[in-house]
């Protein structure tokens, strides 16, 4: 199947998963473009894909370099704090923000960049494969520490579901994240939001937008078998 094919088939399935959930708000499509060459996201983005996730901050900045402004670029894999710096100018939403050190220093970069980066804080909700985010119970804590970093703003979660193909285990992953974001509405603090709930790759986006999720970082779904 082509990307073209594929972008319309995913689009079909994000609308259909939106209609049996009885929203009426969208979801975001990252198109996850790790390991790809720059032939291929360009072809994605002649199709009319805009935002394109990396997992590997190299892998990113060598995309930055080609593609400069045109895509909208997501750091959605593990965040080493010595790497932030060959980021800064241009991602548009960091989704693995897990700890104190690494909100430090993007604030700090961000602040002698002069500007205000986005993130989503990463939660490890089941537990159990993923061995990066933060643990649910140390969430708001750590919002609370961050809360007068002035150039980094959080916007929301972001969580990476177990391997599985266990519907309820999937599901209650999600649901676990909703409802924290849910719990952090409440305590309504003025410098951040919950506005973004990036959850769902290939196997589970459409559990993922059953349950909430308004971002969904999809990968082989579009391009195919990733060769390594
Ligand atoms: C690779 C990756 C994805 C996309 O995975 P697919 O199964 O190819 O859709 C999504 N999120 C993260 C964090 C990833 O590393």
Redesign the pocket.
């Known amino acids: 199947m082509s990307i073209h094919d594929n972008l319309l088939g995913i689009n079909d399935r994000i609308r259909l998963a939106l209609d049996r959930s009885g929203r009426e708000d969208e979801v975001k499509l990252v198109a ?1 473009t ?1 390991t790809l060459q720059v032939d291929k996201i360009i072809e994605a983005l002649d199709l009319g894909v805009v935002d394109i ?1 990396e ?1 590997k901050v190299q892998e990113l900045a060598e995309k930055m370099e080609i593609l400069g402004d045109r895509p909208k670029y997501h750091m ?2 593990h965040l080493q704090t010595n790497k932030v710096k060959f980021l800064v100018e241009k991602v548009h939403l960091i ?1 693995s923000l897990d700890r104190i050190s690494l909100a430090k220093e993007i604030d700090k970069r961000a602040k002698a960049s002069n500007r205000v980066i986005d993130t989503l804080i990463q939660v490890n909700v089941s537990q159990e494969d993923s061995k990066f985010g933060m643990k649910e119970e140390d969430v708001i804590p750590f919002i609370e520490k961050v809360l007068m970093f002035e150039n980094l703003r959080i916007k929301g979660l972001m969580t ?1 579901a177990p391997f599985t193909d266990d519907e309820v285990v999937l599901r209650n992953t999600f649901r676990g994240l909703y409802n924290l974001s849910e719990k952090i509405k409440v305590e309504n603090y003025k410098e951040i939001s919950m506005d973004i709930l990036s959850m769902g ?3 589970d986006f459409e559990i993922a937008i059953e349950e909430g999720s308004n971002m969904i ?5 579009i391009f195919g078998e ?1 060769n390594y």
């Open positions: 996850v790790k996730g997992n959605i894999g989704h990476i790759m290939t196997n970082r999809v990968g082989t779904g990733r």
